[in-house]
């Protein structure tokens, strides 16, 4: 009895210790005797103990930074470039298989790519289009990872870091550049008051008697202050009068 309460024990642990669970988010690749089986889909499963191993592979969108890397523009400007890297597993057996550790092949592939692609444009050019340069690099990680069965997503250059000298120089090109397009603004401005002036001055020519109406305005608006006194110089009578009509 005891024989078979130990062979009974034996097997309970012999088969528990082969349950695997594997979450809907994940693959498992199965090996038996470190030989490549199968892939096994998210569920209960069980493997043979001491004989099959598995290993787990998320096939979830996979977000990574790019570490800081020092940018010689094509304009000899020195700059620190970091960015992140969004890819997918579609293939799992491949990623295990084919490349070893593929999240640090990942890295230095995107690294390098950066490198490249920032290194062969003026620096105006990365400021202005962040999102073109990601998509360079992306195509360039893409050609390798591709047989990786990995798939990338998205690749975001995310900041940028210029020398104290270049920040202050660019600082002192913007504010010139507001400078300039307040004169630009402030001349239309003039430009357009001096016509509308001119306008107005015809229009007072056609008609004298608009000529009292604005003088009537004026002592309208200086009544306003009670402290004012208003001298004429001349008599109101030499005021043009409106033509008579014919």
């Known amino acids: 009895m005891n024989r078979f309460t130990i062979l009974f024990g034996i097997l309970g642990i012999f088969l528990l210790a082969g349950i695997r669970i594997i979450f809907e988010y994940k693959r498992a690749i199965k090996f038996r005797f470190g030989k490549y089986v199968k892939t096994l889909n998210p569920g209960f499963r069980w493997i043979i103990p001491f004989i099959e191993t598995i290993q787990i592979v998320d096939v979830r ?26 890819f997918k597993i579609y293939d799992p057996e491949r990623a295990v298989l084919e490349v070893e550790e593929y999240k640090f092949a990942i890295t230095q592939l995107a690294q390098a790519a950066l490198r490249d692609v920032c290194g062969k ?37 995310k900041d940028i870091q210029l020398p104290e000298n270049m920040r202050r120089m ?77």
């Not at 930074?65 to 992140?84: R, Y």
């Not at 690099?137 to 591709?146: A, D, G, P, R, Y």
């Open 170 to 246: 660019m600082a002192n090109q913007a504010e010139a550049e507001r400078s300039r397009r307040a004169r630009i603004i402030l001349a239309l401005a003039e430009e357009q008051a001096a016509a509308k002036l001119l306008e107005a001055g015809k229009l007072i020519d056609q008609s004298p008697s608009a000529i009292k109406l604005r003088l009537y305005q004026t002592l309208s608006n200086i009544a306003a202050e009670k402290n004012s006194t208003i001298l004429f110089p001349f008599p109101e009578e030499m005021l043009p009068n409106q033509e008579k009509k014919s």
């Open 61 to 86: 969108v996979i977000t990574f930074n790019i570490d800081s890397q020092e940018v010689m523009t094509e304009d000899n400007v020195p700059c620190s470039i970091d960015g992140v890297v969004f």
């Open 121 to 157: 444009v003026e620096l105006d050019t990365i400021l202005s289009k962040r999102e073109e340069m990601g998509k360079n690099i992306k195509e360039i990680v893409e050609l390798e990872t591709k047989e990786w069965g990995i798939e990338i997503n998205d690749v975001k250059i």
